[in-house]
Nanobody
Framework: QVQLMESGGGLVQAGGSLRLSCTAS????????MAWYRQAPGKQRDMVAT????????NYALSVKGRFTISRGNAENTVYLEMNSLKSEDTAVYYC???????????????WGQGTQVTVSS
């Protein structure tokens, strides 16, 4: 199986910055993409940013474009989410997601982290 370990959430004032990190470990043959999603209370889980590993192609939700940056770390299978100019509406639980080809299979499976709380005070 595959585990996703997130860190970096916390409480920050509006206008501030935070960096989230996520490392995937376990039975990983290849990662297609990793992504960050978020879910605010009473709302659905929405995509925030994605990165395709082979090409480095990134994609962002319109609400965070220009403020958030997804990047790969030097450590294998690690991604970061740099969040700047944070707003109160960015408050949510942030989840790491990965599409992984695990050893012994020939299809990509989806895995989720446990989530990390980001709270932006106004």
């Amino acid at each position: 199986q595959v585990q996703l370990m997130e860190s970096g959430g916390g409480l920050v004032q509006a206008g501030g910055s935070l960096r989230l990190s996520c490392t995937a470990s376990g039975s990983i043959s290849r990662i297609n993409h990793m992504a960050w999603y978020r879910q605010a209370p009473g709302k659905q889980r929405d995509m925030v940013a994605t990165m395709v590993f082979d090409t480095g192609t990134t994609n962002y939700a319109l609400s965070v474009k220009g403020r958030f940056t997804i990047s790969r770390g030097n450590a294998e299978n690690t991604v970061y989410l740099e969040m700047n100019s944070l707003k109160s509406e960015d408050t949510a639980v942030y989840y790491c997601h990965a599409a992984v080809l695990t050893y012994g299979t020939d299809w990509f499976s989806r895995f989720w982290g446990q989530g990390t709380q980001v709270t932006v005070s106004s």
